[in-house]
């Protein structure tokens, strides 16, 4: 299944793929994504980190970016906090790397996860109305460049995902910056990407 993110429904067909367990083909503030829903409830039938690696033919222990609506909400995961140099890039091309709490509502075990605000108020939106974060990484096999063109996208990963969305060709653009932030405030740079760290 194939929209564009101008479709009137385009956030609500989204998000409910994404509810449902689906993997999709998502717009983002840098290049586009593969997206899953976090399920938080540890149901077995959730599983799109797994399918999201199958299609990129991606290692199992490689992580996956977790998109989150808004910047409050890292702290429902974490009890890290992000100094303000940093948090002005949210929303926006930024993933921190941070050290997760025991309460958090995360149904499985995990030490650290890599979180992002992304800057799209679309993808925003989308992610609210999931209720969880959402997965996301680059759309290419592993090993290949990332695709920017919609006719590419399409011809490659049409019949491996239950949606994609287009919103056009992304041509340069840059992967976020990521960093590894500490619990004392510090940080260190894992990759440098479209925010100058």
Known sequence: MICRKTDSDSIEKSSDVLKKGGVLILPTDTVYGFSGIVDLKGRPEFKSDSRIRSIKGREENKPLIQLIAKPEDLSIYTDVKLPSG????????????????????????????????????????????????????????????????????????????????????TGNSLPSTIVRLQSDGSYSLIRQGAVKV
Do not use: H, M
Not at 105 to 130: H, M, S, Y
């Open 86 to 169: 940093l948090l002005s890039a949210w929303p926006g091309p930024l993933t921190v790397i941070v050290d997760i709490k025991k309460d958090s509502p995360f149904a499985f075990t995990c030490q650290t996860v890599a979180f992002r605000c992304p800057g799209d108020e679309w993808l925003r939106k989308v992610i609210e109305k999931c209720g969880a974060p959402v997965y996301s990484t680059s759309v290419n096999r592993s090993g290949c460049p990332v695709l920017t063109e919609e006719r590419k996208i399409i011809a490659e990963f049409e019949g491996e995902c239950d949606l994609i969305v287009l919103a056009g060709d």
